[in-house]
């Protein structure tokens, strides 16, 4: 089973930028969808943006012209580039992986932070 591990976290100031990556142990070309999560303190897990295999993305409106999803598949890297960053952005954010077997896996997450 595929494991993943995202970095790339942390405090950074109302529109700012930062860039998580997320790892896979294995080659991504197989799964079905790469995603990103997030979720604050109390409420329930949501998600932020996906792509596929094939590459389509899928991006929530709330983070629309903000984030980016992307891939590599030579690093086995997808990125969540977050741009404008606004203090409502603040979460942990968790990668997760769709695989051909249809078994969601999940990354331990990384916290980012958006405060003065």
């Known amino acids: 089973q595929v494991q993943l591990v995202e970095s790339g976290g942390g405090l950074v100031q109302p529109g700012g930028s930062l860039r998580l990556s997320c790892a896979a142990s294995?080659?991504?070309?197989?799964?079905?969808?790469l995603g990103w999560y997030r979720q604050d303190p109390g409420k329930q897990r949501e998600l932020v943006a996906r792509?596929?295999?094939?590459?389509?993305?899928t991006i929530v409106d709330s983070v629309k012209g903000r984030f980016t999803i992307s891939r590599d598949d030579a690093k086995n890297t997808v990125y969540l580039q977050m741009n404008s960053l606004q203090v409502e952005d603040t979460a942990v954010y968790y990668c997760?992986?769709?695989?051909?077997?249809?078994?969601?896996?999940w990354g331990q997450g990384t916290e980012v932070t958006v405060s003065s």
């Open positions: 792509i596929t295999s094939g590459g389509s993305t």
């Open positions: 997760s992986a769709l695989g051909s077997d249809y078994i969601r896996v």
């Open positions: 294995e080659t991504i070309s197989s799964l079905i969808t």
